[in-house]
């Protein structure tokens, strides 16, 4: 099994900036065969959406609505994925949520519990 802990959520005014971290720990033989690491987010009362994703080699993918403003990188020795948040609106407010995938999937099996974001106006 792999466990995923995310942290880094709170509460930050609209403009403010905001770092989430995820670890991952567990089965070695699980852990080394990861490849993809993302961000997801959910809104109450919206769909869980795919906020940014990189894969080991570094290659990543954004949503449009954060492009420009959220930074996603890995640190791999640290088996450790972050998520840098600027200029952070109202809309993006939501429980973020840290995913980790085998082979060349981009969307895993394996989720943290999540860490609540709100950025008030």
């Known amino acids: 099994q792999v466990q995923l802990v995310e942290s880094g959520g709170g509460l930050v005014q609209a403009g403010g900036s905001l770092r989430l971290s995820c670890a991952a720990s567990g089965s070695i033989f699980i852990i080394i065969s990861i490849n993809a690491m993302g961000w997801y987010r959910q809104a109450p009362g919206k769909q869980r959406e795919l906020v940014a994703v990189?894969?080991?080699?570094?290659?990543?993918n954004y949503a449009d609505s954060v492009k420009g403003r959220f930074t996603i990188s890995r640190d791999n020795a640290k088996k450790t994925v972050y998520l840098q948040m600027n200029s952070l609106k109202p809309e993006d407010t939501a429980v973020y949520y840290c995913?980790?995938?085998?082979?060349?999937?981009?969307?895993?099996?394996?989720w943290g519990q999540g860490t609540q974001v709100t950025v008030s106006s």
């Open positions: 995913n980790a995938a085998k082979g060349d999937l981009l969307q895993g099996p394996y």
């Open positions: 990189i894969t080991h080699g570094g290659s990543t």
